[in-house]
């Protein structure tokens, strides 16, 4: 009865997108992207030769890339070094923000209070915090890690506040008229509901920690990528400072990649969108 | 089998109150429902009636009154009701098996003889063959038997609608109305069913409550002795629209609905 036949073949098809026309569609989007971004850097080199640009202005995609494998011993150390820095900052990040902003939901006094504070703390440039983070910290690990915190943490606290709070006021009412307790109301309803929103959070957070342990490196540091760049800088060595950049960026999608795919393995009752 | 609640409502009253400003939404309420009775409340919207279903779900509380359920007062949410809104509120992130199984996992009851039921329960409004879909992958009326379906497995003793037609279509809103006579019709359940169409509250009720404006009071009770099993056929008959004409003479008379 009910359930009409159309609307169960439209229903299944969506289910298997192999078969479907939009999944072609998809993929043909995938290789228009791909085709410009190679075609940009084709530009890029055959600009950079016809035009004569001397290697310490502008050097081409292939001489960047040829240096990254030459010296690949040099830069391999460094940039373990700040992708650790961008981890455990991340990780800080993920411990301390969402049980704030867990605080944050359940007790309206902490939302007043630390609500207000980390929003206004926001206003403050936290790149001009960086050298006194390291004379708090010193010149090691921890300042990197305390600056790429600080940069990244926020949009963890607002992604998972904003999830958590989006639970309809119905969903709660059947949740307690199940009779449901506070701790099965968080796991079985608040959380998951929100666990697609903290994933957006924690996307935007991955590329803002790469930035925060740069940051700190470029203050003071004596290993890292952005040590590395400075070196450069300070030598006129433009290919080297530019092969920092490309090793950076590498870690920044690397690391977003990672966070989709495990986005993607938790939250499977979603079409998944192409932000990836 | 359950054993149908009885429910009593005495001068029960309900006044919201946000800053300075008290809204009253319901106004010495007096009324009995039998157990297995159903009960339709209709009445314009923003009149309370919704109100009245989450005071006898023991999710608010009556500002003055005394509302008993079986005799004993309503206490903190009232955990036997089984509950369907106008929003089907289905989680996401499970399927339609796991979502209709909802109750037996919060309240821990016996999983295989719940998941027996479901499978039944689904079969009976056409669901068979999706129990492993996600909510995403169905149509709004899909979602809402299943809602209908999650709330019926526990077999409650009380059934509470709150408008779980109103965002349908109007052909999904028919085949919805005759699931749901059908299921309720073993009267193992007492059911209170809040709509703002006459059609649907005559089609369904036992009786039916008319609500006036806020602040909300009932004008009228109202027996619908129309035989069962209903069949959609009936609302053409003239008994039909003589029950249907009565509830809006009423409305008319309240101004709520005007011709000119």
Redesign the interface.
């Known amino acids: ?3 009409s036949p159309q ?2 073949t439209a ?2 098809r ?2 298997l997108p192999v078969l479907d026309g939009d999944f072609f569609r998809a993929r043909s989007q995938e290789i228009i992207t791909a085709s410009v971004i190679i075609g940009l850097i084709l530009a890029w080199e055959v600009l950079v030769r016809l035009l004569e640009i001397p290697q310490y202005l502008l050097p081409g995609p292939l001489a960047i890339t040829q240096r990254i494998i030459s010296d690949f011993d040099m830069l391999l150390p460094h940039m373990w070094v700040t992708t650790y820095e961008v981890l455990i900052g991340l990780g800080v990040s993920i411990a301390i923000g969402i049980p704030l902003a867990i605080g944050i939901v359940y007790s309206s006094l902490f939302e007043r209070v630390a609500y207000t504070i980390i929003v206004a703390s926001q206003t403050i440039p936290k790149v001009a915090l960086a050298p006194i983070i390291v004379i708090w910290f010193g010149y090691e690990l921890q300042s990197k890690v305390v600056v790429a915190f600080l940069i990244s943490f926020f949009p963890i606290v607002i992604n998972t506040v904003v999830g958590m709070k989006s639970l ?1 006021r ?2 709660l ?8 307790s506070e701790l ?1 109301i968080f796991l ?2 608040r959380l ?2 929100a ?1 697609p929103t903290i994933f957006g959070g924690l996307k935007v957070a991955t590329t803002l920690a790469v930035i925060g342990a740069v940051v700190g490196e470029f203050i003071a540091a004596n290993k890292g990528l952005g040590y590395v760049q400075l070196l450069a800088n300070g030598n006129l060595d433009t290919v080297l400072n530019f092969a920092t950049v490309a090793l950076l960026s590498l870690i920044g999608i690397v690391l977003f990649a990672a966070v989709s795919i495990l986005e993607q393995l938790v ?1 499977r ?3 998944s969108d192409s932000a990836t | 089998m359950s054993k149908p609640v009885t429910i009593d409502i005495e001068g029960v009253q309900k006044i919201y109150t946000s800053g300075r400003e008290a809204v009253i939404a319901l106004e010495n309420i007096d009324l009995q429902i039998d157990p297995g009775e159903f009960l339709a409340v209709v009445g314009p919207s923003g009149c309370g009636k919704s109100t009245l279903l989450l005071l006898i779900a023991g999710l608010l509380e009556p500002t003055a009154g005394a509302l008993t359920i079986d005799g004993s007062v309503v206490k903190g949410p009232f955990t036997k009701a089984g509950i369907v809104f106008q929003r089907d509120v289905l989680l996401e992130w499970r399927t339609v098996r796991k979502n209709v199984l909802l109750p037996a996992q919060i309240k821990d009851l016996n999983r295989k003889q719940q998941e027996e039921r479901a499978e039944a329960l689904l079969s009976q409004v056409g669901l068979d063959g999706f129990e492993d879909r996600y909510p995403h992958e169905l149509s709004g009326g899909m979602r809402q038997r299943v809602s209908l379906v999650r709330a019926l497995v526990q077999d409650p003793p009380l059934l509470l609608l709150d408008e779980p037609f109103g965002a349908l279509d109007a052909l999904t809103r028919d085949q919805m109305c005759i699931d749901l006579s059908r299921l309720v019709e073993r009267g193992t359940q007492t059911t209170l069913f809040i709509t703002h169409s006459i059609d649907e509250a005559v089609f369904l009720a036992d009786r039916i409550a008319v609500f006036s404006p806020r602040p909300g009071r009932i004008l009228e009770l109202i027996d619908v002795e129309l035989p069962r099993p209903r069949k959609l056929s009936i609302q053409t008959q003239p008994v039909f629209q003589e029950y249907v004409q009565r509830i809006r003479a009423i409305f008319a008379e309240q101004g709520i609905l005007q011709e000119d």
């Open positions: 009865m009910a359930v609307e169960a229903r299944s969506s289910r309809e119905e969903m009412y059947l949740a307690r008229s199940l009779g449901a099965q079985s309803f998951p509901k666990l939250i009752w979603e079409p």
